[in-house]
């Protein structure tokens, strides 16, 4: 009798230690709530292994969660990166020639105000089209295809506190490429359009289309990027 005692003991110690085994091989992000209930009902899960399964599934949520900050930092920089290469400084010609309209509707300034709330969409274009378009013009040309002014902004004379230019070769202090012309005409309600001539006799064609709550430029038929009404409207509050 002895011997039969002592070998079903045996037995139900390792069925027993297959069981935690088995437990400790379940998917870590298994809730501990789902887990123990059943286990510590039949008496064959010690606190030990409770622990070790609770620390492993700590780690594992640990692992995870730095590894996502670490992938929203990198796309963070990545976007905030690409913004500041795509923009160029500039005039801002359109954005003024939008705020000069706001301006000649309504002689009351408050009147003035409401129209700029209204106008807000069309800000926030105009506002997309000079960082993106005519600023980028603006800054490789050394003038404005909407203003028509030149130098532009990049070079206006300063007396700047960090003095290069001197060190530098020429080819890097001026505008590398010459426009001799620049027409802006409306094709529809939701297309604008620029023909602009440089100095050697070529033409470039830039357009920007509205396409539901999305607007997209185009360079001589290219696909060049395409900006959310939202972000334009975005941008343009937080200009003023």
Request: net charge neutral; aromatic share 8%.
């Amino acid at each position: 009798m002895g011997e039969i005692h002592s070998f079903n003991e045996n037995s139900r110690i390792r069925s027993a230690v297959n069981d935690e085994l088995t437990a400790l091989t379940l998917p870590l992000q298994t809730p501990v709530n789902q887990l123990l209930p059943e286990q510590i009902g039949r008496g064959i899960w010690p606190l030990f292994f409770v622990k070790i399964h609770c620390i492993l599934r700590r780690l594992f949520k640990l692992t995870v969660c730095k590894t996502m900050k670490k992938f929203a930092i990198k796309a963070v920089a990545a976007a905030v990166l690409t913004v500041s290469l795509s923009g160029c400084i500039g005039q801002m010609a359109t954005s003024g020639a939008v705020m000069k309209l706001n301006l000649s509707a309504v002689d009351n300034r408050y009147a003035r105000a409401g129209l700029y709330v209204l106008m807000s969409p069309v800000y926030g274009v105009a506002a997309a089209a000079d960082l993106f378009i005519f600023n980028s013009i603006e800054f490789w040309t050394g003038t404005n295809p909407i203003s028509g002014k030149s130098p532009a902004v990049a070079d206006t004379p300063m007396s700047a506190v960090i003095k290069i230019n001197q060190k530098l070769d020429k080819d890097l202090t001026t505008a590398p490429i010459k426009i001799s012309s620049a027409d802006v005409k409306q094709v529809n309600d939701k297309s604008l359009e620029m023909s602009v001539a440089y100095a050697d006799g070529t033409t470039q064609i830039l357009r920007g289309e509205k396409e539901g709550e999305m607007v997209n430029f185009f360079l001589d038929d290219e696909f060049i990027t395409a900006v959310s009404v939202e972000e334009l409207n975005q941008y343009a509050v937080n200009r003023v």
